[in-house]
């Protein structure tokens, strides 16, 4: 038997898609928690395992496996039954355009509207020196400036237009692909649907179901996804509600401002 240990976040969008992958396929993992609000992420131990600071984590058998896409990949190549990837070169190719897109475009967009409906009020209730060290401990210097500008203005910060319009072109574009293939990987749920799933599912959180139903093939796609064995195990039973009523609450205080920016 495999011996698998998750190092991960409840929340975590990269930490979901994994568990996804992991629950569709029945593998079991030793599962460490890692709380990114307190900064676990950046402890030295961790930092070990993962220089970028960043969750998941995944150990096979002693190897040390990051980037949450290239783990999804490895689990499809070590554990092949059931496949997630189609058969045919240019349906696995159309997936990882889904997944690549995903990764380039709409994941940096996740922290701009996270933190700036979501997080944002958590972080302004800490000591100002506790969030400062929060920052500070971010890599990435363009990283850093961008959480701390969210923060700082919420919805109003100048980064977060153009971050919502990411994740509505993604809806929009699902709804489009959606009208010729049941799922965004092909004719079975796979890593495309694992990879896009985290993210309209934070647009859910944050309060803007609006979006998604207005788009009615993306609303049918979730539904779908979420009657999935595999959704209940690897994402449902790990969400916090405290945590998801206040994301919830938070969205629709600023739904407002937030309702014209995702209309076309």
Known sequence: ????????????????????????????????EVDLLTGEQHAPGYVKLNPKHVVPTLLHDGGVLTESTLINEYLDDAFPEPALLPASPAARHAARRWVKRIDDEVHPAAGVLTYAIGARQVALAQPPEAREAAIAAIPDPDRRAVRRSVIEHGVAAPEFAGALARFVDLLDDMNTALATSPWLT????????????????????????????????????????????AYAEAVARWLPAAVIELLRQQGEAVWSEVEPLTRH
């Open 1 to 32: 038997m495999a011996v698998l240990e998750l190092h991960h976040n409840a929340l975590s969008s990269c930490s979901q898609k994994v568990r996804l992958a992991l629950a569709e396929k029945g593998l079991e993992f030793t599962s460490h």
């Open 186 to 229: 092909g004719a079975a749920f796979g890593l495309a649907d694992a990879a896009a799933l985290p993210y309209v599912l934070r647009l859910e959180h944050l309060a803007m179901t609006k979006a998604i139903d207005d788009r009615t093939r993306t609303a049918d796609w979730l539904a779908r996804v979420k009657a999935r064995p």
